[in-house]
């Protein structure tokens, strides 16, 4: 795992042939090739209804139609989650903020790896530290703002799983707003789907009746003379959760010839990472840090036998390669195979990667900066966990 190392170190900063890390995979549904998969559904522009996101591609020369099991944004998300698993199980630490607090009596935990927008996010930009200091006057979070292009190294410190899967501070006023681009991305896709359709509809076992009632905060009611009394809503008692539905036609998932997943490590991206006025010994080991974070994210996420991406997409790891993409010969491009192929061999080169980025310099805390969210902040969350009055049903 040594000699891995060196080489992603060397990789990191375009000082090889390696161009990139390449992952692909091929799944098939648990139920078999052919069996259908639901990808997520999205309104769609064109018709403003539900649908799926499909489009033209090239796969093995041939030009054909895909659709989106699983876009980039979501791969990454499922690799910081696997990677706040690991910390979690005391496997690796990684350095990341957690917001933490409580709301009616729920413990409340929201981290840097969970936050839509990861450091940068409102949750932390709306929080406050144990003395009462706004976060982004704390010692981090100062770093975090002040933080540039030419000086990434607050990211690499505080929050380095950001450098990997990509950042933009756009929750801040500020001129030039920090936007790191990611150097790990990773999607999956079902080539040439047929869109099938399914009945959905709801079934009352005691057949009440489908009629209209009245709605307040204290609960539901049936309507006198027809209308409901001032200061209530009205709603059909099937959208309510009781009545009968009649089952329409809604969408059926999708049957396809073949699931891909395509995952790259830019070294390019990599390499162009500064931490502002230090080594090329620290800054060599930092971008080799980050690589080693991505390469183990993406093993704790789909080193796995299956897979599940939602409800009625569980997938079948059927064939999967890792390789080094090197620089082409004679017109043709150049592979080697990488050798990380389970968690444990990722879990090993990202120990080295942390050890030697620690004796380059790099301070590496071990437990996540906590801080907690403001008054305004706290209300809203406590809001939330709130139940007032009844929602309507969602469909089945």
Known sequence: MKDLYERLLAAASLRSADGAVRVAAEYEPVGGGGTPVFPPTVKLAATNAAG?????????????????????QSQANRCETALLG???RGEVFIPHLALVTEAEGVPVRVTSLEAPHRSRDAYF????????????ATGPGAELRAASALDFGAYLRSVPS???YGVWDSHRKR???????????SEMIGVSPLVGVRAAGRFDQLNLPGETVEVTEAGWAPMEGGKPAKGAGKAKLSELGHGMIPPSEGLGGVSVKAVQRNATLSMAQLAALRFGDVSEEFAAAGRALVAAIALLGDRLAFAAPAIRLRSGCDLVLVSERREWVLRGKDGCPAVEPLEVATPQDAVALFEIAV?????????????????HPNASLQQAIAKSYVVAGIGEAEGE
């Open 86 to 88: 690991a910390i979690g």
């Open 175 to 185: 001129r030039i707003q920090v936007k790191i681009p990611r150097a790990y991305t």
């Open 125 to 136: 930009r709306d929080a406050v530290h144990s003395d009462g200091q706004p976060f982004d």
């Open 162 to 164: 950001d450098l990997a």
């Open 52 to 72: 799926y996101l499909t489009e033209p591609r090239y796969v093995d020369g041939e030009q054909v139609e895909v659709v989106l099991l699983d876009q980039r």
């Open 355 to 371: 050890d030697r980025a620690r004796k380059a310099g790099l301070e590496w805390p071990d437990e996540p900066f906590v801080v």
